[in-house]
């Protein structure tokens, strides 16, 4: 858990290293400073969001990237629990799904919330989400202010 | 107008004497007229045959000297004769000598004649009068006289004929007024008797004697005759009131006997020895459609017409019957009356002689009746049996003791026994041994007013075999409303329930199998869910991570390296179109989010247009669409099956640019929707083929895995329609679907 204040926080529900790997490469491509908290299990990203646990006095992330399916408790009972939780409420969120079915894409828009992003099944593509991640930043930042 | 035969006597008596004295004072006047008038112009030619030959003999020496002087002297000694006109006296070369002409006279001399002559002219009477001398004719004489006197002379006489007529009448018509009384009052009188008679019917009136004479008798004999009548009529009238009451006892008994025959409900009719109706109550009448008047005196034969109802030949009459054997007859059975309008009636008749004091027969009685109602129940009865006997259900009766009463061919076929055989026994008879004989016991209770529902049990048939049966009982009533046993239907369904058994196996087995199929099919769908879905991400793995081995590979990588990661990366795609396609057309299948709602289809035609654009326009496509319907489904299913039709049109292409034109037809029940392209076409042999998921007729030249069809397929499906193509290889196709207007599931 390396937090540090100058650095994004940025929140990763993955259980894929290898798209793990992929994510840092794509932050890297786009340029930014960041921490990632990566939680690999639904169970413990619950707990993440709703500051229990050993997360009881963690600060929100600048930024949630949460995966689709995920063992135990999926993406969406996720998301939903941020929008419970008052603290997460404006943390911006970047839903990742391998398919890009519109059953998928339907699930995570009915929250309204968030960006759904299918993870492209190209390197090029796949190295692009890094500077969707910094859009999304910035539009966090253009909001507050 | 009367003729004189008709007029009064007086006008005939008057008439009479008129008429004779008139004709006898014209015949007498007339005779005394016309000899006068003889006797009158015979005395005038005398006069004047003389005066003229003394004229002539005078006038001698005239002619001779041929003095005209003197001859006209001679002539105007006429003068004195007022009716001679004119005279004249010739020479005898016939030339005038001298004339005399009255003054005022128009007529001139007539011319001479040869002699002496007298002629009757319109002017007159001429005389001609030769002058001699010495017998020899020396001249002539001729004179005019005027006949006017004769005329004249007859007026007069008739005058007075008619005068004296006219007066002779006159009196004769006051006499004979006077007289006639006297002949005619006397008959007059006697008329008017007659008359008063003859109106009033009062014989007491009596005509008046005026006379001994003829009339006189006549009037006697007349008021004598009266006086025999006047007797001769109190004794009628006193017979006739004895009659009469006689009568009015009669028609009373007749009234009670009429009333008493009108009254019975069965028709009687009468006849005289002859056979002749003599009477028929209002019943017969009726049965016969004909009136008591129409059937008087007429031969019962002809009115009364009977045939035997299955030979249909004509029966004996039994008013024949009953007089040739002068007893009492019933009459065969089966008989028909066929009334007036050919209505036939069957009936129960008999005949009986009529017998007078001395037991003499001189008439016969007829009574019949309608039997149809009694012949229709009868039927009845007999089709009720009928229907029971035919019945292949057992039809049983029982009584309240539990005894068999009736047993009909149902149920000799079903139980074995025949009907001789069970009536009288108890209905153990067919029990089923293993389960006891529950019939006394339900038999009680039907006697104590309860009623049984249809219940099935087993029976044990003659040859021991146990069968199923279905039983429905019914109590049985008497005319009084008493319950007096039951019937009982009884139905093999030994079939039948090994039939339901074997059905309710096969039932079980469907529906096992058909929760089988639909686990199955759950399963496939599941699968090919998560085959799609969850194969996709280590296929995306594999793609992304060959791609960053040939990044990242240490210093270059071989060209055999580079294309074995290419080939590793293009087997990847294609696994993954793949996997995409196959997610989609399962997803087809699965329950879409939300409901249906009303999907305007050109709205969906729009989208799939701007969807297709880049295509579009790389492929200078022309899309032509007639005016589509709104259909109540989810858009998510009718736009890729739209998708799929405009892309294939475009993607199966000719060498022309892509014209493609969807239409639609409102049908009875379905709308039909076609989409036509001017592409390559597809063989006959192929048409239903590519319906099949990933089916493809074409190799790597034109993209594409072989689903879109097979989703569409599956879309028009879902939706109760069909879809099929029609084409022209090098013409292009058209793939045409239905759509029914109403279905409640999709």
Known sequence: MEANGRKIQIFVVEDNPGDIQLLRMAL??????????????????????????????????????????????????????????????????????????????????????GRFIAKPPDLDEYLKIGLMIKELLAEKHSGRN | MRTFRDRPIKQKLIMTIMLTSGVGLLVSGAGIVTVDAYLFRGHLQRDLSVLVGIM????????????????????????????????????????????????????????????????????????????????????????????????????????????????????????SSRLSAIVATPILKLAHAATSVSSTKDYSVRAEKMSGD???VLVNAFNEMLAGIQSRDNELRKALLDREDA???????????????????????????????????????????????????????????????????????????????????????????????????????????????????????????DVSARRKAEATTRLLAAIVESSDDAIIG????????????????????????????PTSLIANPESGDEMPGILARIGNGERFPQYQTTRRTKSGKVIDVAITLSPLYDEFGRIVGASKIARDITEQVRAADRLAQANAALQRSNADLARTNDD????????????????????????????????????????????????????????????????????????????DLNVVLEKVTENLKAYIDETGASITSEPLPVLKAYEA??????????????????????????????????????VADNGIGIEPEYREKIFVPFKRLHGKDIPGTGIGLAICQRVVERYGGRIWV?????????????????????
């Open chain 2, 56 to 175: 002539a003999d005078n006038s001698t020496a005239a002619v001779v000297f041929n003095d005209p002087k003197s001859a006209g002297e001679t002539l105007a000694a006429l003068r004195a004769k007022t009716n001679v006109v004119a005279a004249c006296i010739y020479r005898s070369d016939g030339t005038q000598l001298a004339s005399y002409l009255r003054p005022g006279a128009k007529s001139a001399c007539p011319p001479a004649t040869a002699g002496a002559a007298i002629q009757s002219t319109g002017a007159g009477l001429t005389f001609s009068q030769p002058i001699v001398l010495q017998e020899r004719r020396i001249g002539t004489l001729v004179l005019l006289y005027k006949a006017g006197e004769v005329s004249q002379r007859l007026r007069l006489y008739s005058a007075t004929v008619l005068a004296v007529l006219l007066m002779s009448s006159f009196i004769a018509f006051l006499l």
């Open chain 2, 637 to 674: 299913h009718l736009s890729p099956l739209f998708q799929n039709l405009i892309e294939n049109a475009i993607k199966y292409r000719g060498t022309e640019p892509p014209r493609i034109h969807i239409s639609v037809q409102a049908l009875e029940d379905q709308f039909q929707f076609a």
């Open chain 2, 524 to 599: 496939l769908e599941r699968f090919a869910f998560v085959a799609s879905h969850d194969l996709q991400e280590p296929l995306r793995m594999i793609t992304v991570y060959s791609q960053l081995l040939i990044k990242a590979f240490p210093g270059q990588p071989s060209d055999d390296t580079r294309m074995f990661i290419e080939y590793i990366v293009g087997g990847t795609k294609r696994m993954r179109e793949l996997l995409s396609d196959l997610l989609a057309y399962s997803e087809i299948s699965g329950q879409p989010e939300g409901s249906t709602s009303a999907v």
């Open chain 2, 214 to 216: 003829e009339l006189g």
């Open chain 2, 247 to 369: 009568l009015a006892e009669a028609t009373k008994a007749r009234k009670f006997l009429e009333t008493t025959l009108a009254s019975i409900g069965d028709a009687v009719i009468s006849t005289d020895i002859e056979g002749r109706i003599a009477f028929a109550n209002p019943v017969a009448q009726s049965l016969l459609g004909l009136k008591e008047a129409d059937l008087a005196g007429k031969h019962l034969d002809d009115v009364f017409r009977i045939v035997n109802e299955f030979t249909r030949a004509a029966v004996e009459s039994p008013v024949a019957k009953v007089l040739r054997q002068g007893a009492v007859v019933g009459m065969a059975n089966h008989t028909i009356l066929i009334g007036r309008d050919k209505a036939e009636v069957p009936i129960d008749d008999s005949g009986a002689p009529i017998r007078d004091e001395s037991g003499t027969v001189y008439g016969t009685v007829l009574v019949f009746r």
């Open chain 2, 726 to 746: 029609e084409s022209e290889v090098g013409r292009g196709s058209t793939f045409i679907f239905t759509v029914p207007l109403s279905r409640k599931e999709h």
């Open chain 2, 398 to 425: 029982h009584d309240l003791n539990g005894l068999f009463s009736s047993w009909n061919k149902g149920a000799e076929r079903i139980f074995g026994y025949a009907a001789e055989e069970t009536i009288g026994h």
């Open chain 1, 28 to 113: 890297d491509t786009a340029d930014l400073d960041y921490a990632l908290t990566v939680v690999s299990d639904g169970r413990e990203a619950l707990d993440f969001v709703q500051q229990r646990g050993k997360y009881a006095h963690t600060s929100p992330p600048d930024l949630a990237i949460l995966d689709l399916n995920l063992p135990k408790n999926d993406g969406l009972e996720i998301l939903a629990a941020m929008r419970a939780n008052g603290a997460f409420q404006e943390v911006p969120v970047a839903v990742l799904s391998s398919s890009s079915s519109p059953r998928d894409r339907a699930g995570v828009e009915r929250f309204g919330i």
